[in-house]
């Protein structure tokens, strides 16, 4: 009995594991150009995943918008150099870019916005950066993702 109870609490405590990969999660665009998390990482048992974008800012979109940008951690700097010269009208994205991988509409403060993405279009061992495109921001403004490997 001593030596059975821990191996029933594990496999209690991994079940429960299992079940409980979450398969989307909330990030706040924070005033101070911070996101919360600034770290995710997707459980590979997820098929989908989504991330839910909350700007708990006060500013308007125009002053201080926020979104959320997914890439490959090496495409970050050439997607936001091209996604300024798109300009405000296209939310600082060029239309079609194909390595922006998942994105949100850029809010206002206390907007909210989810989008969700096939977890298959990441691969285990990719470096992923995610980043608000809004100028000025992705400096402080970004965090890492990754796939659980
Ligand atoms: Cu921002």
């Known amino acids: 009995m001593q030596s ?22 909330d990030v706040e665009g924070r005033p101070g150009k911070q ?17 839910r974008l909350i700007h708990t800012g006060r500013n308007s979109k125009e002053k201080a918008g926020h979104n959320w940008v997914l890439t490959r951690t090496e495409d970050i700097d050439q997607v936001m150099v091209d996604g300024i010269k798109a300009g405000a009208e296209h939310e600082f994205l060029a239309p079609g870019d194909a390595r922006i991988l998942a994105r949100t509409p850029m809010l206002g403060g206390g907007e909210t916005a989810s989008v969700t993405f096939p977890v298959a279009r990441l691969r285990a061992g990719q470096s992923y950066t995610y980043y608000c495109s809004f100028p000025a921001h992705a400096q402080h403004m970004r965090g890492t993702l990754a796939l659980q490997p």
């Open 4 to 25: 059975r109870l821990p191996l029933t609490l594990a496999a209690l405590l991994m079940a429960g594991a299992a079940h409980a990969a979450p398969c989307s999660i």
């Open 35 to 51: 996101f919360g998390p600034d770290r995710i990482v997707v459980p590979s048992t997820c098929k989908d995943f989504t991330v």
